[in-house]
């Protein structure tokens, strides 16, 4: 700084500071040598706080105003000054100015994906992120843990340990939430405020406070997602042996190739899906099953009931016990009954009914 900057300094003493960075929180106030003269103008505006720093330690903490500095402003800093009597010289000392806006749309996400166990898809890979928005709470214990004597500290700088918090504490969350992976999507509110309130006490450790956590997006593995995609098409064809059929009449209904009688083209169509169904279920010409066989039917005359939802249904024949068992409304743990059985069994337990329901993938 050359001489006519200090002697204009001398004479004209006004400390404020006016920045339209959205990522500066702390911002060391520069003056020749730290001096500042006595009665001088200090404008604090709002979202701002100023710290003044005497010789390493923090004095004074000032709040959005405009002040003329001057003993009865600087309470702690005229004591460690010695100032009993008033003093009219310039002084030494820094003035930090913290910015106490907020810090929105800050980003987190996971780095690898997180190992779950789901009760229906056992154990999981998933990954997720989002965004979080925090600020500076107490200005002085933000000085002491983080800043130091950083002249021009940013969120930057911060970032990176603030969202391995965010990711750390997810984990543990998400892990002993208990909740199904196809039921996350309904409780991202949920889950953002209780990571929230478990991360807030950490960042209070350094002088910040978190102030909302959002949950964007929570992802499987492509591979399971594709598996995923599957199940739902197999849940939505039902009865296969009858969609095959549907597929095979309608094809030859309005093929090229039709005979141009509607009737005679639906006949043909379904004669023909009979014969698909056939050649998937029998055993090939000369050679082994192409196909695993499907169950004897059950012996005639039997009627059985089967629990659902809590309530006694039925009674049920064969057929309608594959239809059951297609809509999964029938599994091995179902409990059945028919007349002549002491008690209700689950169906994996009932041989004949278990040879109905297809081994699990």
Same mark, same amino acid.
């Given at each position: &700084?050359g001489?006519?900057?200090?002697l204009?300094g001398e ?5 404020e ?6 990522d ?5 106030f ?8 006595y009665?001088?103008k200090l404008?604090?505006? *709002?979202?701002q ?6 010789e390493?330690e ?5 709040? !959005?105003? @405009?002040?003329e ?6 309470p702690?800093?005229?004591t460690l000054q010695?100032?009993d ?6 002084f030494?000392a820094e ?19 997180? &190992?779950?166990r789901?009760e229906e ?6 990954r ?9 709470k107490?200005?002085?214990k933000?000085?002491k843990?983080?800043v ?15 969202r ?6 997810f ?10 992976i196809?039921?996350?999507a309904?409780n #991202? ?12 006490p950490?960042?209070?450790? #350094? ?7 959002l949950?964007e997006?929570?992802?499987? !593995?492509?591979?399971v *997602?594709e +598996?995923?995609?599957k ?11 009858? #969609?095959?059929?549907y597929?095979a009449a ?8 039709g005979?141009?009688d509607?009737a005679?083209?639906m006949? &043909? ?6 014969? @698909? ?5 029998s ?5 082994? +099953?192409t196909?695993?066989? !499907? ?11 089967? +629990? ?14 594959r *239809? ?7 599994t091995?743990?179902?409990?059945? =009954?028919?007349?002549g &059985? +002491?008690? =209700?069994?689950a169906?994996g337990t ?9 081994p699990?993938?």
């Amino acid at each position: &700084m050359g001489f006519f900057d200090k002697l204009f300094g001398e004479f004209v003493d006004v400390i404020e500071w006016t920045d339209d960075s959205n990522d500066t929180m702390i911002y060391r106030f520069e003056r020749y040598g730290n001096e500042i003269k006595y009665g001088a103008k200090l404008t604090v505006r *709002e979202s701002q706080a100023a710290v003044f720093v005497n010789e390493g330690e923090v004095a004074d903490v000032i709040e !959005p105003g @405009m002040y003329e500095l001057e003993t009865k402003n600087l309470p702690i800093l005229s004591t460690l000054q010695h100032w009993d009597h008033g003093l009219e010289s310039p002084f030494k000392a820094e003035v930090y100015f913290c910015n106490m806006t907020q810090f929105v749309d800050l980003k987190w996400g996971t780095k690898n994906p997180i &190992m779950l166990r789901d009760e229906e898809f056992g154990g999981v890979r998933l990954r997720a992120f989002g965004t979080y928005a925090t600020r500076i709470k107490d200005p002085v214990k933000f000085i002491k843990e983080i800043v130091g004597t950083d002249g021009h500290f940013t969120i930057d700088e911060i970032s990176d340990q603030l969202r391995n918090l965010i990711i750390s504490r997810f984990t543990n969350v998400t892990g002993n939430a208990g909740i199904p992976i196809l039921d996350m999507a309904a409780n #991202y509110d949920q889950l953002g405020e209780y990571i929230t309130q478990k991360i807030a006490p950490e960042f209070e450790e #350094y002088g910040l406070e978190l102030t909302k956590v959002l949950i964007e997006n929570i992802s499987l !593995p492509s591979s399971v *997602e594709e +598996a995923l995609d599957k199940r739902t098409s197999m849940g939505m064809i039902g009865n296969l042996d009858e #969609y095959l059929k549907y597929q095979a009449a309608d094809a030859l209904g309005s093929g090229a190739g039709g005979t141009g009688d509607s009737a005679l083209d639906m006949g &043909m169509g379904f004669a023909v899906a009979n014969k @698909m169904a056939d050649s998937l279920t029998s055993p090939a010409k000369g050679g082994a +099953a192409t196909t695993t066989p !499907p169950p004897p039917p059950l012996p005639p005359g039997d009627k059985w009931h089967v +629990a659902i939802n809590e309530q006694i249904t039925g009674p049920y024949d064969s057929n309608q016990l594959r *239809e059951l068992i297609t809509e999964n409304k029938l599994t091995e743990e179902s409990l059945v =009954w028919k007349e002549g &059985m +002491a008690d =209700w069994a689950a169906a994996g337990t009932v041989e004949v009914v278990k040879k109905l329901i297809p081994p699990s993938l």
